[in-house]
């Protein structure tokens, strides 16, 4: 955690904290009436240093796999002269920023993620090649990046709601936070 909080190691000492116990709050959670929320990057950061090798290793070929992507894209455009394939490397720079899970826009990133597929199919049957492969460089790059962040983020929310201390520290550290499902209220550390 980041964070550098001593004093409080407990959910009982965080103020205007919806939960009583720790039990309670996990309680909530096996129920489905909160989600807890994490920051990406804290996320990464503690699967960089904790989660098993494999997840490492699969958050890591992700990155890989892109790289190798970007190119095989400038191979291809030089190779093939087709020059507009070189686009490749910049719309997977642009679909990789907006791919971020976290971002005010990410419910309207998702469906355009998921629409790529569609728009991947018409541009082939259109006999639109070189438009169909940057739109899938796109699709492939959010992909990814929604996959690594799955992993990261599942493995530190699963962690932060069987230790308590660690819970405590990224919630006052503003790494994690609570969403009540039912109300709709987030409950953060100011």
Same mark, same amino acid.
């Given at each position: ?5 001593? &004093?409080s ?6 103020? /205007? #904290?919806p939960?009583? /116990? #720790?039990?309670? *709050?996990?309680q909530?959670?096996k129920?489905?009436?909160?989600? =807890?929320?994490?920051d990406?990057?804290a996320? @990464?950061e503690?699967?960089?240093? !904790?989660a ?5 290793l ?6 890989i796999?892109?790289i190798? *992507? ?5 191979? /291809? ?5 087709? +020059?507009?394939?070189?686009?490749a ?8 920023y907006?791919? !971020?899970?976290?971002? /005010?826009y990410?419910?309207?990133?998702t &469906? ?5 597929? %569609?728009v991947? $199919?018409?541009?082939l ?7 169909a $492969?940057? =739109?899938? +460089? ?5 992909a990814?990046?929604?996959? %690594?962040? #799955? &992993?990261t983020?599942?493995?530190f929310?699963? !962690?932060?709601? %069987?230790?308590?201390?660690?819970f =405590? @520290? @990224? +919630? ?7 969403r009540d499902?039912?109300?709709?209220? =987030?409950y953060c550390a100011r």
């Open positions: 955690m980041s964070g550098s909080f001593s &004093v190691r407990r959910i009982s000492d965080i103020p /205007t #904290f939960f009583r /116990t #720790f039990n309670e *709050l996990q909530a959670a129920d489905q009436n909160i989600s =807890v929320g994490v990406p990057l996320a @990464a503690w699967s960089e240093k !904790h098993g090798s494999i997840k490492r699969a958050v890591s070929s992700l990155s796999l892109l190798i *992507l970007a190119m095989a894209s400038v191979i /291809t455009a030089v190779w093939l002269k087709n +020059y507009w394939l070189l686009a490397a910049p719309v997977m720079a642009g679909a990789f907006f791919s !971020h899970p976290a971002s /005010t990410h419910k309207w990133v &469906v355009g993620g998921a629409a790529g597929l %569609a991947f $199919i018409d541009l049957l259109n006999g639109l090649v070189t438009a $492969i940057l =739109v899938a +460089y796109a699709d492939l790059t959010f990814a990046v929604r996959a %690594a962040g #799955f &992993v983020d599942s493995g929310r699963k !962690h932060l709601l %069987a230790n308590e201390s660690d =405590v @520290a @990224a +919630y006052l550290a503003r790494e994690c936070n609570v499902n039912k109300s709709k209220k =987030v």
